[in-house]
């Protein structure tokens, strides 16, 4: 199975200011049609998650320009160019290349100072 | 709009069963694969199962395996899971999700609280 580290776990961000969150997999996350099947997900207190960010630096409609996805092989990142108080949450990378089974990281927690 | 509506979940003993239903609509049910994904009280999201588009081809999670059954009715735009021999440690909010091909896991369901405690 493909192990997905998030770091840090938990984040305290001022408002206004970048935050950045690392995922790094265990194998590479490239298939064998060329593509990268890496996602990121905000899940906001008492809510479902949310895609944000596909395929690695692809961005969901809706979401704010803010957020970006970036990497490749195994070493992937999501910031957030400047932190907003809805922005609070966890974070979940995801990988979809080596399955079953789908597998996610730990989790990042962001929070405002 | 996309959305999934999850019901069946509540309080059951250890041993019980329960089957969740996830209700699609605002989209072709069966040109998506289906999943289900769980979040123990106050921990992360752990993937639980899959279905493909017609309903041929399914996995789960080791945890799960030879306990938990999911399927799908096309004609009724419904996911489910058959949950039996259940555990403490399957206490957990469960997610169906959507997974366009080629891209993955997109849109989510409100989530449905599953407890098993005596």
């Known amino acids: 199975d493909v192990v997905m580290t998030q770091s840090p776990l938990s984040l305290t961000v001022t408002l206004g200011q970048p935050a950045s969150i690392s995922c790094r997999s265990s194998q590479s996350l490239v298939s064998s049609n060329g593509g990268t099947y890496l996602n990121w997900f905000q899940q906001r207190p008492g809510q479902s998650p949310r895609r944000l960010i596909y395929k690695v630096s692809y961005r969901d409609s809706g979401v704010p320009d803010r957020f970006s996805g970036s990497g490749s092989g195994t070493d992937f990142t999501l910031k957030i160019s400047r932190v907003e108080a809805e922005d609070v949450g966890v974070y979940y990378c995801m990988q979809g290349t080596h399955w079953p089974p789908w597998t996610f990281g730990q989790g990042t927690k962001v929070e405002i100072k | 709009e996309v959305q999934l509506v999850e019901s069946g979940g509540g309080l059951v003993q250890p041993g019980g069963s329960l089957r969740l239903s996830c209700a699609a609509s605002g989209f072709t049910f069966s040109s998506y694969l289906m999943h289900w994904v769980r979040q123990a009280p106050g921990k992360g999201l752990v993937w639980v199962s899959y279905?493909?588009?017609?309903?041929?081809?399914?996995s789960s999670a080791d945890s799960v395996k030879g306990r938990f059954t999911i399927s799908r009715d096309n004609a009724k735009n419904t996911l489910y899971l058959q949950m039996n021999s259940l555990r403490a440690e399957d206490t957990a909010v469960y997610y169906c999700a959507r997974d366009e091909p080629e891209v993955g896991i997109d849109y989510w369901g409100q989530g449905m609280l599953v407890t098993v405690s005596s």
């Open positions: 279905i493909s588009r017609d309903g041929s081809s399914a």
